[in-house]
């Protein structure tokens, strides 16, 4: 490896990629000798309860099928969207020595898209659950 970068060959040769397929086949190797291996070594004693379904301990009754109200799953979607887009502001914040005003600007745009999507949110009731 250390040769290699020390010859200074181009990353189109196809002896750079050497380490990685290396390093592939050594991790799937590993994976299939540790999953025969335990496969064969593992214990075999197949007994009634524990070829049952899992259940948590908790007695199964009724359907699993039951309906759910829609807005438990509208307020989580609009929480991860709502989350995501308040992760693009930490890149501002460690740069906003270097981005100057143009940067200022571009997260004052970026504020009033996410204000009219959530005013558009709080229009259309997406988050009232009295219905």
């Excluded at 397929?21 to 000798?33: D, R, Y």
């Excluded at 099928?65 to 502001?89: G, S």
């Excluded at 981005?99 to 959530?118: K, R």
Aim: proline residues 3%.
């Amino acid at each position: 490896m250390i040769h290699l970068l020390q010859t200074g060959l181009n990353s189109a040769d196809s002896g750079s990629f050497l380490p990685v397929a290396v390093q592939f086949i050594i991790a799937t190797g590993l994976v299939a000798f540790l999953m025969f291996v335990t496969h064969m070594l593992g214990p075999k004693r197949k007994t009634t309860d524990k070829l049952q379904n899992f259940s948590s301990g908790i007695e199964t009754h009724g359907d699993a099928r039951q309906p759910m109200a829609i807005k438990y799953f509208l307020t989580a979607i609009l929480f991860v969207l709502f989350d995501v887009e308040v992760i693009f502001f930490y890149p501002y914040a460690v740069n906003f020595k270097v981005l100057g005003w143009n940067g200022f600007w571009a997260v004052m745009l970026f504020v009033g898209f996410f204000l009219c999507g959530f005013i558009y949110i709080l229009k259309k009731g997406a988050l009232k659950w009295e219905e």
